[in-house]
């Protein structure tokens, strides 16, 4: 028996240590120099006459149009793969799940990496520069974004990308486990797992800043959320924010403090009438029920799918209180309505028909859930809607004066999902300092608790109850999400920056939404940016909207103006 077990594990090393790297090798030479599977770029299945299907005379270019036609599909079925984990998947399913979302990953990664898609880049520009009469703004704009994903993601291992796929889909059931028991030891060896697996990535990710540099891993990360935006350019932003916000906090926190506190919400507000109010809102700033839906799960929420099949996912209800539920369904309206808008329908899966990146994206949610959502005109039609609803009549914590103090209550808090407006950022510069940290070598997971108490300490004076409360509090770090959060950050300055503009062209904002109409607000966001797709390139495109570079000016001059000038 033990001759037997001795023999096994020879077989057993000699498999893992001499074959199994042969293998590897050999089937990366062969699949460098197998002819790539090329796709029927003539067998339209939908929407034959859109620019995806236009003939073009470079075959290069008109190859890479089908190949990302098809890695789109991937996308597509990812993404429904993704919704059906979060809301209908039976638990027995989970093992399974995680494999395909891994090996589907793994497979649009191979399309995308795939040197011949380099050739054929490469011949593409060759007939740019030849017959530059052929290509249009859109067609320039394709093939650069296509070269930005290829680059992006040439370098990096399949196996690494099919890893972290399944170990973020693994990190979401992880979260909601350890939000429920406060559970840092079994939070510790999974984060560093997937910090070690991002890192691994990143490193491959990293592109030469110029002849001597390379950029650094995080930047590398954040490049995929945040294209455009380079580290030093946020320190920029955040450090004006920070400045302005020294000054700006205490006066608000000391003219709230003088005024009368909101009355709390009495529940119970049943599920069934808060998804009732949460559809109505979302037909109110024009999100297509044809093409898409909101639905509730166990996990934390999100967004995403394609213009034709957008989802909306929302944490359970909370019974107690409906604004919570409110706020996350504003929040991913504002995602759904830059989804459904983007140029897909001429454009369909191609590179310039995606959004502009998570800031942009969070931008759009940002400006229906804080700049519109919480105006007092927004609470004034709101109020008799919900006291009917809710059968509260007479209740004075669901008058519009009551329900607009709730949401501009200025608090210094430890979560950052019920954070306010005003200090939302301090827990998003502490999250960006933090992350760039844990990349950098500077600072260990095991170290991560109480440097975020510290950080927290340092910011608001106000020590987190427990772990649950602090650094494990946020789904994004465990589904393998660094270089997220400025996003939200940045996304506020964008709308705010927008918002200037857009109360010039649409005057009667505070009129449409004392009505709840808020279809004039979605089709100038529509025609300003969802339609853009990625025509532009981010910062661009700031520009040709507000005539200037984002500055974070107009969300200070926003604050002083809610939170200071109004009465
Ligand atoms: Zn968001």
């Not at 984060?191 to 697996?197: A, F, H, K, P, V």
């Not at 037909?283 to 297509?288: L, S, V």
């Amino acid at each position: 028996m033990s001759f037997l077990t001795s023999v096994l594990d020879h077989l057993k090393s000699f498999w893992t240590e001499n074959l199994l790297p042969a293998a590897k090798t050999l089937i990366r030479k062969t699949r460098k120099e197998e002819p790539l599977r090329l796709p029927a770029p003539f067998t339209p299945d939908e929407d034959a006459d859109t620019k995806q299907y236009e003939a073009h005379p470079s075959s290069a270019y008109m190859m890479l149009k089908m190949i990302f036609r098809d890695i789109g599909r991937y996308n597509a079925v990812i993404e429904t793969l993704g919704r059906d984990f979060l809301t209908a998947m039976p638990k027995g399913a989970y093992k399974s799940r995680l494999g395909q979302i891994g090996f589907l990953h793994r497979r649009r990664h191979e399309e995308v990496a795939n040197p011949q898609v380099a050739a054929f880049i490469e011949e593409a520009h060759a007939h740019e520069k030849s017959s530059p009469e052929s290509w249009d703004e859109w067609d320039h704009a394709n093939l650069r974004e296509i070269e930005i994903l290829y680059r992006h993601h040439c370098q990096v291992d399949p196996e690494l990308i099919e890893r972290r796929a399944r170990l973020g889909y693994e990190g979401r059931r992880v979260h909601r486990d350890v939000m429920r028991n406060n559970d840092w030891d079994t939070a510790r060896p999974f984060l560093e797992d997937m910090i070690d697996l991002t890192r691994r990535i990143a490193e491959s990710k990293c592109l030469r800043d110029n002849e001597h540099d390379t950029e650094s891993p995080y930047q590398a990360l954040m490049r995929e959320y945040i294209p455009g935006f380079r580290i030093a350019d946020i320190e920029t932003l955040f450090g004006q924010m920070t400045k302005k916000l020294d000054d700006l906090l205490p006066q608000i926190l000391d003219k709230q403090a003088k005024e009368d506190a909101p009355i709390p919400l009495k529940g119970p507000f049943p599920e069934t009438q808060q998804m009732w109010l949460n559809e109505t809102l979302l037909r109110a700033i024009g999100f297509d029920f044809s093409r898409g839906g909101l639905y509730e799960t166990g996990f934390n929420p999100v967004e995403g799918g394609t213009p034709e099949d957008t989802h909306l996912v929302i944490k359970s209800v909370n019974e107690s209180n409906f604004l919570i539920s409110m706020k996350s369904t504003l929040h991913e309206g504002g995602h759904g309505l830059y989804v459904q808008g983007l140029p897909r329908d001429v454009w369909r899966y191609q590179p310039v028909g995606h959004d502009m990146g998570n800031a942009w994206h969070e931008s759009q949610a940002l400006m229906i859930e804080m700049i519109l959502g919480r105006r007092r005109e927004f609470f004034e039609y709101l109020a008799p809607r919900v006291e009917g609803l809710f059968q509260k009549f007479g209740d004075p914590s669901m008058s519009a004066e009551n329900l607009y103090k709730l949401k501009t209550r200025v608090r210094k808090t430890a979560d950052r999902k019920t954070a306010d407006e005003v200090t939302y950022f301090h827990h998003i510069n502490l999250r960006f300092e933090l992350e760039r940290k844990l990349f950098s070598g500077a600072l260990e997971v095991k170290d991560l608790p109480e440097a975020w108490d510290a950080q927290m300490d340092k910011t608001f004076g106000d020590m987190p109850e427990s772990s649950c409360m602090g650094c494990l509090q946020d789904v994004h770090w465990f589904v393998g999400k660094f270089g997220y959060f400025p996003s939200y950050a940045l996304g506020h300055m964008i709308a705010a920056q927008l918002y200037t503009v857009m109360r010039k062209d649409i005057q009667n904002i505070p009129e449409l939404l004392s009505e709840g109409n808020l279809i004039p607000v979605r089709d100038w966001l529509n025609h300003k940016v969802h339609k853009q797709g990625r025509l532009r390139r981010p910062g661009a495109l700031i520009e040709e909207i507000t005539g200037g570079p984002l500055t974070p000016a107009p969300l200070l001059a926003h604050f002083e103006e809610r939170y200071l000038h109004s009465v």
